[in-house]
């Protein structure tokens, strides 16, 4: 005779975590928050404990006052809607499905030049774990290059009426003039295919004029500018070519361009650095000494081996900083009000879209870079590397290039994601952070995991607190933040 075995309960695919005295799960395989009643609590946490079969869940919640018909609903709503709940081994996912073959694209990022007039120490494009091979190419994209750039987002958005261009470098004003022929020839070209295309640029900030201003808000170009906080902290790295420094340079020319840019908020990108980790003074200097409406930071990518790296204690002390930070995003939330960091304000926008990413960015799915030769490639950080180029504008998209590049990056295709409860929000990290350090775009940013990890805790606490003393602070974060 053969005998057959229950089937043992445990927890499924799920983090959970307390907010306000209220217990949540976060379910990684929808990327989806839900708040616990007291029976679902008590079922998670028994399943915490250990896995049980079916009748010892029953027995324990109808020992809790529960009716036998009502807990083995409870168990059935955990099981089959939500997932919470599971009878199943949970095994590796398998291999990512092929990515699809005409994938509308969003945005295209355009580096109008690859030159530079800062000689910036970290700088992944021009320093030492650069991966760009510029020998022989054009140093400025032509305005023939930039319009069939522009001819080729339309034509390829398809179903979406508002596609987006970044301009990018180098230094991307240092092509100022080509930017305005673009935006011009954009809009009339947009407007023909019943589209409307948006703008943004990221510049350094140190060739703004008042032109130049005058025309970014006259279009709506919304600006980051790159930038690492007070004078001793931007001057540490961001230099011209002879050494010297950069913040006094850019210091009256940022005042004058958040005055003057009234059609959108200009925000501050801080890479951050051996020695540049103060977070918390960087952003009080950039946010309420300069006046940027959001301010956000990234450790600076590196191959592991470089000086300006930051170590373990140096990361521990950002960490630190970006909590005593979200601390204060939350204080404001309660209190129904805007803060600027934007490392909070991002993630939160993520999980109340309920974020599942199949790719840690869209690199390569709905958007491309595009450089000043014409050359296509997943995004701006490998403009000019000819080991990843995608196509050309002139000839289109590779489609067997692109395919390769997207089914490495797809997160199923990561192992070490496969058990991670934040691989929705992270899908394995940067491509080209990846390739810096591990030589591989489709290899997981481990060197980056536990921190993803705490802060993706640390966001969904936050979350969960707004929800549960303040929601409605949360639609209007959403509707200003256009996800309403």
Request: glycine share 10%.
């Given at each position: ?264 908020a200009v925000t501050a990108r801080v890479t951050l650095t051996n020695g540049v980790t103060d ?139 496969a058990s991670c409860w934040a691989r929705p929000l992270c899908a394995g990290g940067c491509h080209h952070e990846a390739f810096v350090r591990y030589g ?45």
């Amino acid at each position: 005779m053969t005998t057959v075995l229950a089937p043992r309960y445990r927890l499924g695919d799920i983090h959970t975590f307390e907010a306000s005295g209220q217990g949540f799960v976060y379910l990684a395989s929808a990327g989806a928050i839900f708040a616990l009643d007291e029976g679902a609590a008590s079922v998670v946490a028994m399943l915490g404990q250990r896995e049980m079969a079916y009748g010892e869940m029953v027995s324990a919640l109808v020992a809790n006052g529960y009716s036998r018909a009502d807990a083995e609903d409870l168990i059935r709503e955990l099981r089959s809607v939500r997932g919470i709940v599971s009878d199943e081994i949970r095994e590796a996912p398998l291999a990512p499905a092929p990515p699809p073959e005409d994938y509308p694209l969003q945005a295209l990022v355009l580096n109008i030049t690859n030159q530079c007039n800062l000689a910036c120490t970290y700088c992944y494009e021009f320093g030492a774990d650069k991966i760009a091979t510029p020998a022989g190419k054009p140093k400025y994209m032509t305005l023939e290059t930039a319009r069939a750039s522009v001819d080729f987002l339309i034509a390829g958005s398809g179903h979406r009426e508002v596609p987006h261009i970044t301009f990018f470098g180098g230094e991307t004003l240092m092509n100022f003039k080509l930017l305005r022929e673009v935006v011009e020839y954009a809009n009339g070209a947009a407007a023909a295919a019943g589209k409307q295309i948006t703008y943004s640029l990221t510049t350094n900030a140190t060739l703004l004029t008042d032109e130049i201003i005058a025309f970014l808000s006259d279009n709506a170009v919304g600006v980051t500018v790159s930038m690492d906080g007070p004078p001793d902290l931007q001057d540490k790295h961001r230099v011209y070519k002879t050494g010297k420094g950069s913040y006094a340079v850019i210091e009256p020319r940022l005042r004058k361009l958040i005055a003057g840019h009234r059609t959108r908020a200009v925000t501050a990108r801080v890479t951050l650095t051996n020695g540049v980790t103060d977070v918390v003074r960087i952003y009080r200097h950039l946010k309420d000494d300069l006046g940027f409406h959001e301010v956000g930071f990234a450790p600076v990518t590196n191959s592991g081996e470089r000086d300006y790296m930051i170590d373990d204690n140096g990361m521990d002390h950002v960490i630190a900083q970006f909590h005593e930070l979200a601390a204060e995003w939350l204080a404001w939330a309660l209190e129904g009000r805007m803060h600027g960091f934007s490392n909070v304000s991002e993630t939160i926008a993520e999980l109340i879209q309920g974020t599942n990413k199949s790719h840690p960015c869209g690199a390569g799915l709905g958007l491309l870079g595009v450089s000043p030769s014409g050359d296509l490639s997943p995004c701006h950080r490998f403009t000019d590397s000819d080991t990843h180029v995608l196509g050309h504008i002139s000839t289109g998209l590779d489609k067997d290039k692109r395919s390769d590049f997207l089914t490495r990056g797809h997160v199923g295709a990561k192992y070490e994601c496969a058990s991670c409860w934040a691989r929705p929000l992270c899908a394995g990290g940067c491509h080209h952070e990846a390739f810096v350090r591990y030589g591989d775009t489709g290899h997981a940013n481990l060197h980056y995991c536990d921190w993803i990890r705490e802060w993706t805790d640390a966001c969904l606490r936050i979350y969960g607190t707004v929800a549960a003393r303040n929601p409605e602070f949360l639609e209007r974060f959403a509707t200003r933040k256009g996800l309403a």
